[in-house]
């Protein structure tokens, strides 16, 4: 038992006028749904650190237990914000130019969010050349779907509670001691070491463990399992990318905890991942326009997806 949609909901409907067999759209349609906006793209970098910093400055300056308690997850949500535009460095579709998406990808998005940037793009494209398939680098993230619900539950305390964090620690620091991992382990830990010497330089290394550290090493993990299975978990490795990514209604709460900057559309990143995530929404619309996408493809949100996955 899995969790691939079936043939009834998936029409053979491709190619169209605006669209080729593969779902990817005609070379005019493709040239404009790949445009970069690099300014939106700067205003969006520039967001993400300016939200950052007002979210600390303004628990310091409350200097309130719950002031403390509600920036430690907003700090979580802003965790996800720089791993989704570092996301869109790893695909190249964040800035035109390649040395500035680069250099963005890695000193102003991934490195301080402990992303190794150049590991985790050599990665990911392999999950994008053949999702699920014999190279897929979070196969045991994605597999076994739809489990039980004490497994799932079991699997978020673990998040919450800091050992799935533990582990990725643990390889980060094993990293340092391998000869072709240990240049960006090390870039990974100059940078947290950078951020505690600025807390401490004014007087607070509190900060960097209980508004920044602990975060990543527990929300992070939470919000990230919750959004990666809700993209491919239960799903199969298939050339028709419908029965190896799922698609999700968006909803405003969701798009601020869960999946930032319009990565919701997930099965249109993954027809086409060269389109940069402001216009994954428009590329949508022409996979549903075409009655690629149907309704009954579709879940009608992350709760009744998460509810399926945790029903075996």
């Not at 897929?136 to 978020?156: M, N, T």
């Not at 582990?167 to 391998?178: C, E, Y």
Request: aromatic content about 12%; hydrophobic content about 45%; charged content about 20%.
């Amino acid at each position: 038992m899995g969790m691939a949609p079936d043939t009834s909901v998936l029409p053979d409907v491709l190619p169209t006028d605006r669209l080729l067999a593969n779902g990817k759209a005609v070379p005019g349609l493709r040239a404009e749904l790949r445009r970069i906006p690099n300014l939106r793209a700067a205003l969006a970098v520039a967001g993400v650190w300016a939200e950052t910093i007002a979210i600390v400055v303004a628990a310091v300056w409350l200097a309130h237990p719950v002031a403390y308690v509600v920036a430690f997850f907003l700090l979580g949500r802003e965790i996800v914000k720089f791993n989704i535009l570092g996301h869109e460095a790893v695909h190249r579709t964040l800035f035109s130019n390649k040395a500035v998406n680069d250099f963005a990808g890695k000193w102003l998005l991934s490195y301080h969010a402990w992303v190794p940037f150049e590991l985790y793009r050599r990665g990911h494209l392999d999950h994008h050349r053949d999702e699920l398939g014999p190279d897929e680098p979070d196969l045991d993230l994605y597999r076994g779907y739809p489990v039980s619900r004490a497994s799932l539950r079991r699997k978020l305390v673990r998040d919450a509670t800091g050992q799935s964090g533990w582990k990725i620690l643990k390889g980060l620091l094993r990293g340092t001691r391998n000869e072709r991992t240990r240049p960006v382990a090390l870039r990974i830990l100059g940078t947290q070491l950078v951020l505690l010497a600025i807390a401490t330089a004014f007087g607070r290394p509190e900060l960097w463990v209980f508004l920044w550290f602990l975060p990543w090493f527990t929300l992070w993990r939470v919000l990230n399992r919750l959004r990666a299975i809700a993209e491919h978990a239960g799903m199969e490795r298939s050339s028709d990318r419908r029965r190896a990514t799922h698609q999700v209604r968006q909803s405003p709460l969701a798009r601020f905890w869960l999946v930032p900057y319009r990565v919701g559309w997930h099965l249109a990143h993954h027809v086409d991942m060269g389109v940069p995530c402001w216009n994954l929404p428009r590329f949508h619309r022409e996979l549903e326009a075409s009655g690629w996408v149907t309704e009954g493809y579709t879940w009608p949100s992350y709760r009744a997806l998460w509810k399926a996955l945790s029903s075996g």
